[in-house]
């Protein structure tokens, strides 16, 4: 089992609707996790950061955290088509090691 | 702000070639790392640092090794390029939070 797991998507969503992004952590000691975005043949930028049990809101970007069912989620509001590229979670696990899921390829649809 | 710079976004190199991919990173970050991003299997640890002339292999170090000379530049090379090592190399500096270099887009022919 990977440390940090995504659904590999692609995920399409209509300009203006709400995007979904999910991941799932195996190691329940985990205390910080991270959303980075990367466009297609850009290096990755960090959008949120999340660090307790809850809601974390920045603009349009909000980053869910629950520790008791080891997720982490990324809900895209009033999406746009700049929002348009691959997604990927990050955990700072025990002892210090930081992973990286395999990314979400997420679409908006003019 | 912190900035990561690799010195080639482009590279082309022949089959056999040793081939040097630089990192300098401004901000006197102990931690360096090097990944490679390949299609559908995201960012895989090649070799990371945590201080001058320390090195530790990642998850993927066949076929690549790395120098850390001075802080702030971290190099990774391939000593003999292969097909296989085509892919795109980031990296990476890291205080609390990761920052990642622009990236080096590297082709093995």
């Known amino acids: 089992q990977k440390e940090v797991e995504q659904n590999s998507g692609p995920l399409s969503v209509p300009e203006g609707a709400i995007a979904s992004l999910n991941c799932t952590y195996s190691d329940r000691g985990s205390q910080s996790f991270f959303w980075y975005r990367q466009y297609s043949g850009k290096s990755p930028e960090l959008i949120m950061s999340i660090y307790s049990n809850g809601d974390k809101e920045d603009g349009r970007f909000t980053a869910q955290l629950n520790k008791a069912s080891q997720y982490v989620s990324l809900l895209i509001r009033d999406s746009q088509p700049s929002d348009s590229a691959t997604y990927l979670c990050?955990?700072?696990?025990?002892?210090?090691?930081?992973?990286f899921g395999t990314g979400t390829s997420l679409t908006v649809i003019p | 702000d912190v900035k990561v710079t690799q010195s080639s976004r482009y590279l082309v190199k022949r089959t056999g070639e040793k081939v040097f991919l630089e990192c300098v990173q401004d901000?006197?970050?102990?931690?360096m790392f090097w990944y490679r991003q390949d299609p559908g299997l995201g960012l895989r640890l090649i070799y990371f640092s945590y201080d001058v002339k320390m090195k530790e292999k990642g998850d993927i170090p066949e076929g690549y090794s790395v120098s850390r000379e001075k802080k702030e530049r971290f190099s990774l090379i391939l000593e003999s390029a292969s097909t296989n090592q085509t892919s795109m190399y980031l990296c990476a500096s890291r205080s609390a939070l990761y920052t990642f270099g622009s990236g080096t887009r590297l082709t093995v022919v």
């Open positions: 901000m006197d970050h102990e931690n």
């Open positions: 990050a955990g700072e696990l025990t002892g210090n090691q930081f992973y």
